[in-house]
Structure formats: C-alpha cells, structure tokens
C-alpha cells in the first residue's frame, strides 16, 4: 500500500491482548501523526510494553489491527521493518561481540548500505569511540544504553518505538540522550512512540500523551492540556490523579 504524508504513521484500532486470561492490552485506538512524539504513560502493567511489542510485529494481537506507515503490521510486517526501529533495556545484544560486531549484525539484518561508515558517523555521533571495539557486556549501563541508541538509528528509521530510552542513567546521560532524540527527530522528521516512567522526560519530549490504565486510554493530550484539565501543575501529579482514579475529583 502507498503511503502519503497525510496519513498517520502509526495506527492502532481496536486493539487487544490477552495473556491466558489477563487482559494485556483491551481495545486501543489512536492514530499518530508523522514527526511527532507521543508517550505511553501509565502504572506498572498498564499495557505499555505489550502495545509497543504489537506495533513492532513483536507480538501478535488477539484482535484488532496496527499498520506503521499505511502497512498491516500482521500481514505485511516486512514490507515495513526496514524503515523502523525499536530501543528497549529489557532487550540485550550478545555479550561477547564488541560493540562495532554487534551494530554490524543489526546493521546487515537491517540491510543497511555502506554500513561501516553508518557505524564510524554514529560512533562519533554518540560518542562511543572509546569502547567500539570493546565486549558489549562488560559496558557500564549508561555506555549500554548509547550503544542501544546507536543499534536504534542503524538504519536511520522513520518510526522509533522507545521502551524507557533513559531507565537507570544517570541525569547527565538522560538529559544528553533526550537531547540527540530530539534532534534525530527534526532532522529526520521520524515519529517517535515512547513508554517513560520519567514525567519530566516526557513534559520535554512529547507533544502528546496517552495515559494508560488497565490496557485502556484513560485519558490524551498534550502535556500543557492535561495539567490544565486536572488543574495540576506538572504531568507528574496528573499521572498520580490517574493512577489513582481522581479525575472526577479534579472536575
Ligand atoms: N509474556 C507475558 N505473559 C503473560 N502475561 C504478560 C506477558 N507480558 C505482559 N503480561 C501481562 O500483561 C499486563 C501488561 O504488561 P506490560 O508489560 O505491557 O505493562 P507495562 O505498562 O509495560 O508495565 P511496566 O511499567 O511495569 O513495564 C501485565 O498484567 C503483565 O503481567
């Protein structure tokens, strides 16, 4: 299918995930507009990580459809896979390569052209000179985390699934990695979906939130938007009112 500019770049309709019985994910539908950032916020086990993993192709809903760039991601995954791409700290790279051997990999899987020069251009984009050729296990968790990043723009995507891109960095580090997404963003014009935990990371990043709770959207919006509608005066307090059902409370 021919995809345009006018339509979004990631659509979920109807979505639901069932584990056994648990309902992972139950009946989401939002549609994202090229070049923006949006955030999936909501407690532990709202359905973050499950939402993101279908939009990948990861896993396969129970019911409903997401199609990234105009594409089914159930039946045409592959037509797709190539302009996207997905950084999570739950998903580790071997060990034992080095770091240059494990972008090579991702970058051939990705079909990446003129690929060493891809690695050198985001080494020393991303700072990551003094342990290219160093075991990617024995890295420290903010090196893994630039290495993760790097693995993520191998093939310079047009959509950038993030599961937490700054858990367990340091400020430092997190405010520096924030910074180069939101750059990659407007050079790239790439639409960005991320889970955060960090309500401050995503007042900076994201043009839009869907909050999350029990597998539904309880709630969409800008960051500006939902504080003035709880009456809050950060996106951390409205996430607590969410989270524990003071919305009518708020009104
Ligand atoms: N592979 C799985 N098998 C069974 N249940 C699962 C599996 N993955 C997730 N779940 C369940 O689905 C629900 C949603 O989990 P998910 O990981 O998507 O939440 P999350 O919002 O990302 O949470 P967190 O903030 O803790 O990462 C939870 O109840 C979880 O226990």
Same mark, same amino acid.
């Given at each position: ?5 006018? !339509? *979004? ?5 109807? /979505? ?10 139950? @009946? /989401?539908?939002?549609? /994202? !507009? *090229? ?12 359905? #973050? ?10 896993? &396969? ?7 990234? =760039?105009?594409?089914? %991601? ?18 580790? %790279? *071997?060990?034992? =390569?080095?770091?240059? !051997? ?20 985001? +080494?020393?984009? &991303? ?15 903010? !090196? ?12 310079? *995507? ?35 979906? =991320?889970?955060?935990?960090? %309500? ?44 524990? @059902?003071? #919305?009518?409370? +708020?009104?």
């Amino acid at each position: 299918m021919h995809w345009d500019m006018g !339509q *979004p770049a990631i659509e979920a309709e109807a /979505l639901v995930k069932d584990y056994g019985t648990v309902r992972a994910v139950d @009946g /989401l539908s939002f549609a /994202l !507009q *090229p070049g923006s950032t949006t955030a999936l916020l909501g407690g532990n086990g709202a359905g #973050k990580t499950t939402t993101i993993a279908m939009i990948m192709g990861l896993t &396969l809903p129970t019911s409903g459809e997401v199609r990234v =760039l105009g594409t089914d %991601m159930a039946r045409r995954r592959h037509d797709v896979l190539h302009r996207m791409n997905f950084e999570s700290p739950y998903v580790d %790279m *071997p060990h034992r =390569l080095t770091v240059r !051997q494990n972008l090579t990999v991702f970058g051939k899987l990705y079909g990446v052209k003129a690929l060493k020069e891809r690695i050198a251009a985001l +080494a020393a984009d &991303l700072d990551l000179g003094d342990f290219l050729d160093r075991a990617t296990g024995k890295l420290s968790a903010g !090196q893994k985390t630039r290495v993760a990043l790097a693995k993520a723009l191998i093939n310079d *995507p047009e959509v950038m699934l993030l599961d937490e891109p700054t858990a367990s960095l340091d400020p430092d580090t997190a405010d520096w990695i924030r910074s180069h997404l939101e750059q990659y963003r407007l050079r790239r014009g790439a639409t960005i979906l =991320l889970a955060s935990h960090n %309500m401050g990371e995503v007042e900076r990043l994201c043009d839009r939130v869907i909050m999350l709770k029990k597998g539904r959207i309880e709630d969409d919006g800008s960051p500006a938007e939902l504080i003035a509608r709880y009456g809050r005066s950060n996106l951390e307090e409205v996430f607590l009112d969410v989270a524990r @059902g003071r #919305k009518e409370a +708020a009104e």
